[in-house]
Structure formats: C-alpha cells, structure tokens
C-alpha cells in the first residue's frame, strides 16, 4: 500500500484468499488487485495460475448458486452465464462446464 502502513505481499496475499472463499474467479480477482495498486509480480505470486483448480471453484460457485438443475431454457442458461463471468471466470470455461443442451 502507499503509506506504508501495510506489506503489499500480506495483503495480496489475504485478498486473494478472501475474494476466492467468497466465490470470485482470477480475473476479478487480478482486476481488484490491480485496481488497489499491487503490481503484476505480486499477484502472480499469490493468485494461483492453475487451471484445474479454478475449474473445481467455477463449478462449485455454479452449485452453490444453482444447485444440480440445469438450465430450463436459453435464457436461464444466459443469467447464468453472465453471473458467472460477473464473479470473474473466463467465458470459455463457464461454456465448458455448462454448455447449453436443452
């Protein structure tokens, strides 16, 4: 932080773990960062780069707030797309992991 009164690295570091228990995804997650002034160094150190793991995060936030029904038509399906890429998660994943089959 500018003043100094607090380590960039601790807060990058407690921020990504909050914003990712409370269900946001990378890009959000890297734009708020970058928003409060911690550089591209650091939040690569603590907002972790794998996939998998975001995917397995991507389709709990969905559970969470969908349950196990899928989508009843297209626009149900769009809602919660938007939602979803709202959070902070990559349009192509979101697709991957609910595609539209009526």
Not at 61 to 86: A, C, I, K, M
Request: hydrophobic fraction near 35%; aromatic fraction near 10%.
């Amino acid at each position: 932080m500018a003043a100094g009164l607090q380590s960039d690295a601790r807060f990058a570091e407690a921020y990504v773990e909050q914003r990712a228990a409370a269900g946001y995804g990378p890009l959000r997650i890297r734009a708020e960062l970058r928003e409060r002034g911690i550089g591209g160094d650091l939040i690569g150190r603590f907002l972790p780069d794998d996939p998998d793991l975001w995917q397995e995060r991507l389709a709990e936030v969905h559970r969470r707030r969908y349950g196990g029904s899928p989508p009843t038509d297209r626009r149900e399906w769009g809602r919660r797309v938007r939602f979803l890429e709202r959070r902070g998660f990559p349009p192509a994943w979101i697709r991957k992991m609910a595609p539209f089959d009526p």
